[in-house]
Nanobody, 115 residues
């Protein structure tokens, strides 16, 4: 079992920054990849950024150059640094982890970007 606890969401003005954190606990050794997803009202959940066990990263085109995914393995924490935020970034952001046997999700944290 893996537990994910997110923090860092909030309300910011366009052009501002936020850093989301995701603290993982449990069977951390079983995780193959972690990522951040987001879902806006009425829209499908989409992958924002991901990092694999080997350290490879992947970003949605809409956030590339503005968002950075990183991890602190010693602290079992995943981060999403979000810069130059736009109103269209407004969504509930979810931390996710994948193992060979299951997917795990955080509770979600609201990010609202005002214009």
């Amino acid at each position: 079992q893996v537990q994910l606890v997110e923090s860092g969401g909030g309300l910011v003005q366009a052009g501002g920054s936020l850093r989301l954190s995701c603290a993982a606990s449990g069977s951390i050794f079983s995780i193959n990849a972690m990522g951040w997803y987001r879902q806006a009202p009425g829209k499908q959940r989409e992958l924002v950024a991901a990092v694999t066990r080997g350290g490879s990263t992947n970003y949605a085109d809409s956030v590339k150059g503005r968002f950075t995914i990183s991890r602190d393995n010693a602290r079992n924490t995943l981060y999403l640094q979000m810069n130059s935020l736009k109103p269209e970034d407004t969504a509930v952001y979810y931390c996710a982890a994948r193992s060979k046997v299951s997917d795990y999700w955080g509770q979600g944290t609201q990010v609202t970007v005002s214009s």
